[in-house]
Nanobody, 124 residues
Framework: VQLQASGGGLVQAGGSLRLSCAASGRTLSTYDMGWFRQVPGEEREFVAAINWSGGKLLYSDSVKGRFAVSRDNAKNTVYLQMDNLKPEDTAVYSC??????????????????WGQGTQVTVSS
């Protein structure tokens, strides 16, 4: 499966963005999906994950209550709605896929497929 994230940009603190992750090559319902972010010089950080059906969600503590992950399998797309953005949310955001499983996981090494990221910059 090929993944492409989009929707990043520059926003002021308190603003919102919605990221999209479009999949091609395989039907998205085969996969659990995750969103991660990375700042240069730092390790990749888990943001959110959603299982293949959308019935199980997982968030990092740093974004819980502000971000929402969702998916539309008919459109082969996963979304990350980001509200009340903070300067510390500035990073490159990437989506990733893993074969669907019973549990939703946050570890990057559990995800086999990665897309190119999209830059999110939050100004203070």
């Amino acid at each position: 499966v090929q993944l492409q994230a989009s929707g990043g940009g520059l926003v002021q603190a308190g603003g919102s963005l919605r990221l999209s992750c479009a999949a091609s090559g395989r039907t998205l319902s085969t996969y659990d999906m995750g969103w991660f972010r990375q700042v240069p010089g730092e390790e990749r950080e888990f943001v959110a994950a959603i299982n293949w059906s959308g019935g199980k969600l997982l968030y990092s503590d740093s974004v819980k209550g502000r971000f929402a992950v969702s998916r539309d399998n008919a459109k082969n797309t996963v979304y990350l709605q980001m509200d009340n953005l903070k300067p510390e949310d500035t990073a490159v955001y990437s989506c990733a896929a893993r074969a669907r499983s019973i549990v939703v996981v946050s570890a990057p090494h559990e995800y086999a497929y990665w897309g190119q990221g999209t830059q999110v910059t939050v100004s203070s």
